[in-house]
């Protein structure tokens, strides 16, 4: 394989950059041609692609975001989007293509995957919820950036002797409210993979403030339900003075933490060598502090995501 593209897809993270740093270097490295493909399978479709040197890649591996730019394009689960893009991929005479994203982009890895046009998966999304790996790219930048306004948040909580509502995201998964939320000190984590009764919360603050606590911090991830809301059921049940605080797409933002910029920086070289082996059809994982390639249909629809619950219950009993 002498001509490969990258492309990244669907919400930004941090490490992006540093994994398609990583592609390029390896590929040049390897003997290849590398091609980006500007604002993922949006991009793809309409030719938007260009060829990347080592010099397109300095200082990309602090940066946050993603400088190939991305975009939702849900048309791409089309058959006619697909075969548009290996069109234009042919057009360049790119011969693999490595998609760096979440579970959209390795839908889209997948389907190209069955057209017959090699592609390899890297995980990058800040909701760590990609089965087959322990991690994702952006994930730890993340969780670090959540934990520094949940410890500002404190301060004024105590000043005040507030109850606070931190809607995270994580719209199907709860890692990054369960690793901050942990971290943190947080009183209680509200997560989609486990069951919440609200009267059991406010008997929790109820108790806090019994126990001489001058403030409870909540971390709500998305998928379960909006701060307002949560907020309002709260307030029905008694006055626990309850402020909420969306973090927002703060939380995407930012420079990638080391742990993600090795993160990437592994991830990328091992798509590239997967494609130089003649692998496609495939993602590459962090599993057990090993790097492994896996078949992209077999992860997609025989394996799933969970959290760390352990993390879940060791909040529940060190938290009050």
Partial sequence: MKRIGVLTSGGDAPGMNAAIRAVVRKALYEGMEVYGV??????????????????????MIQRGGTFLYSARYPQFATEEGQLKGIEQLKRFGIEGLVVIGGDGSYRGAKALSRHGFPCVGVPGTIDN???????????????????????????????????FVIEVMGRDAGDIALWSGLASGAEQIIIPEKNFDITAVAENIREGREKGKKHSIIVLAEGVM????????????????????????????????????????????????????????????LYKEELVVRDIVETLDNMKHTPNLDLYKLNEEISN
């Avoid at 993922?40 to 300095?58: E, M, N, P, S, Y």
Wanted: a negative charge.
């Fill in 38 to 59: 500007n604002y993922g399978f949006a991009g793809l479709v309409v030719g938007d692609i260009r060829k990347l040197t080592q010099r397109d890649v300095g200082d």
């Fill in 129 to 163: 919820d990609i089965p087959g790996t322990d991690y994702t790219i952006g994930f730890d930048t993340t969780i670090n950036t959540v934990l520094d306004a949940l410890d500002r948040i404190r301060d004024t909580a105590t000043s005040h002797v507030r109850t």
């Fill in 226 to 285: 909006d701060g307002k809301e949560f907020a309002d059921k709260l307030d029905a049940i008694d006055n626990f003075h309850v402020r909420v605080t969306v973090l927002g797409h703060v939380q995407r933002g930012g420079s990638p933490t080391a742990r993600d910029r090795v993160l990437a920086s592994q991830l990328g070289a091992k798509a590239v060598e997967a494609l130089k082996e003649g692998h496609g059809g495939v993602c590459v994982a």
